[in-house]
């Protein structure tokens, strides 16, 4: 199939309150997740099957399915259904399809660390960040690899009053230097299964509210994260530091987060206006390997409260 085949049908979220009758919603944890059943992703799925998965993505911010089987257009097919592809910027998509990244750590590879290994909002360093992304197990460990999500409209809603208040003012610079950066060319060699070709381009700075009201909720999540934040602006350096060093340790906290141990053929669906995710690299001598597709998103907007 080619890619002016597989139409972009993008379909609203189901009323929040909205009574699921077309799918299962299954909560996981307390902070975020919930497993969705009933639903087969490689199907031409109805509109209302489309909205209630929207409504529980709104909902638990990240949503699981099990037992899968897509082709990387099938997978393509299902992303559309919630909004246009969101480019990639650095990392080569798999041969076959423009719109797929592959997220592979091989057997060989020793180094004790996984490709998103640190926490991150998928490119928070484009003018327009993922709405979302939806990764699929094809191939996993016997342990370890497990995926984190942070709940960041609780990391916002616990932080102090005052401290509220002053990071609805602040715009924080997001920047892929320490990620793909010609200086770490050497550290994406490492994942022999993965073509990352990392450039000067990466040193562009993009400004953000530290707060972003989410597009779709009208709810404050914090957004910055220790891979792409690389300052406030209007601070000094080292000012900055301070505050965002403790920004990242209390929006990541144990208390925020949800766990996923994956299965071949599972798949997850996140939404980045409101989570930060990492993975595991505990898995040295196994090989993992996922497909990767990207929705598109809005440009952050500031809050309104004052």
Known sequence: MSIAQIPLVPVPAAPHGHDYRHIGVERYAGPCGAVISGVDLSADLPDAVVAEIRRALLDHLVVFFRGQSLTADQQVAFSRRFGPYSPVPF????????????????TSETHGFAFGGLWHSDFSILPEPPMGSILHA????PYGGDTLWANQYLAFDTLSPGLQ?????LSANHSARDAYSPKMQSVHDMFTGMSVQTSEEANRV?????????????????????????????????EAKLLLDHLYRHSTQESFTCRWKWQEGDVAFWDNRCVQHMVMGDFS?????MHRTTVAGEAPERSRQS
């Open 165 to 169: 208040e002053t990071l609805r003012h």
């Open 91 to 106: 990392v080569q998509p798999i041969s076959s399809h423009p719109e797929v990244i592959a997220v592979v750590r091989e």
């Open 138 to 141: 094809i191939e996993v460990p």
């Open 206 to 238: 993009q400004p953000h509210p530290a707060v972003r009201v989410h597009a779709e909720t009208g709810r404050e999540a914090l957004f910055v994260n220790a891979q792409y934040t690389i300052g406030l602006d209007g601070w000094w350096p080292q």
């Open 285 to 289: 001598g196994h090989r993992r390997y």
